[in-house]
C-alpha cells in the first residue's frame, strides 16, 4: 500500500510568519511530488510541483524534497489570512496516478 | 493548464436513483481521471478514464457502480448507479497534458437523502 502522510492540523501561525507544511511517503520509487492547495468548498488548486531533492521556490511559496528521507516540504513565507485553506501533498508513483495526503489545515491568523 | 467544467455543480437526489456527471475540457488531453472526495477526507482515485477502451478502475471501484465513458479526448462522464447515503462525495474529474500534473475541475456535489 502506497501511502503518504500529513499532519492533519490545524496549524495556526500568526500573520507574517513562516508556515511550514510536511508530508512523507512510503514508495522510494517515487519521481513527482505536489502541493495542492483547496480552500472550502473548493476543488484542488497547484501550487508547487518538485521532482529533484532540494528546494523550489515559487514567489512566497517554497517547496523542499529530500528523497533519501522520503519527505517533502512546503514553506510559505509571509504567511496571509488568505492562505487559510488545506493543503494537500500528492506524489506520483507510476502511470501518472497521484496519491494524496490526507491534508494540513492551515490557519494563519491576522 | 486546461479550462474544465464539470455538469452539475451540484444535486440532491434520492437513494436508489442515478446521477451522470459530465466533465468538458478545452483542449485534448491524454488522460482523464475521476476522484471522490468524502466530508471531511482527502481525494481517492476512482479511476482513469481511457479514450475509446474501458475504463481502469482502482481497489475498491467497480464499473457496476461507477459506470464511465470516454467518447473522446475532451469529454467523460462519471454515473454514480443505484445511490445511497454512503456515496454523499464531491466528485471530481482531473486532467493532464502529459505534463505529468494534473489539474482538477471544479468539482460536483453530490447529496443523496
Known amino acids: 500500500q502506497k501511502e503518504v502522510e500529513q499532519n492533519s492540523g490545524p496549524l495556526s501561525v500568526p500573520e507574517g510568519a513562516i508556515a511550514s507544511l510536511n508530508c512523507t511517503y512510503s514508495?522510494?520509487?517515487?519521481?513527482?511530488f505536489f502541493w495542492y492547495r483547496q480552500y472550502s468548498g473548493k476543488s484542488p488548486e497547484l501550487i508547487m510541483s518538485i521532482y529533484s531533492n532540494g528546494d523550489k521556490e515559487d514567489g512566497r511559496f517554497t517547496a523542499q524534497l529530500n528523497k533519501a528521507s522520503q519527505y517533502v516540504s512546503l514553506l510559505i513565507r509571509d504567511s496571509q489570512p488568505s492562505d487559510s485553506a488545506t493543503y494537500l501533498c500528492a506524489v506520483n508513483n507510476a502511470g501518472n496516478m497521484l496519491t494524496f495526503g490526507g491534508g494540513t489545515r492551515l490557519m494563519v491568523k491576522p | 493548464s486546461a479550462v474544465i467544467s464539470q455538469k452539475p455543480s451540484r444535486d440532491i437526489c434520492q437513494r436508489g436513483t442515478s446521477l451522470t456527471i459530465q466533465c468538458q475540457v478545452d483542449s485534448q488531453v491524454t488522460m482523464m481521471f475521476w476522484y471522490r472526495q468524502q466530508p471531511g477526507q482527502s481525494l481517492t482515485l476512482i479511476a482513469t478514464a481511457n479514450q475509446g477502451s474501458e475504463a481502469t478502475y482502482e481497489s475498491g471501484f467497480v464499473i457496476d457502480k461507477f459506470p464511465i465513458s470516454r467518447p473522446n479526448l475532451t469529454f467523460s462522464t462519471l454515473t454514480v448507479s443505484n445511490m445511497s447515503p454512503e456515496d454523499s462525495s464531491i466528485y471530481l474529474c482531473s486532467v493532464d497534458q502529459r505534463t505529468d500534473t494534473q489539474y482538477f475541475g471544479p468539482g460536483t456535489r453530490l447529496t443523496v437523502l
Open positions: 514508495d522510494r520509487g517515487s519521481q513527482s
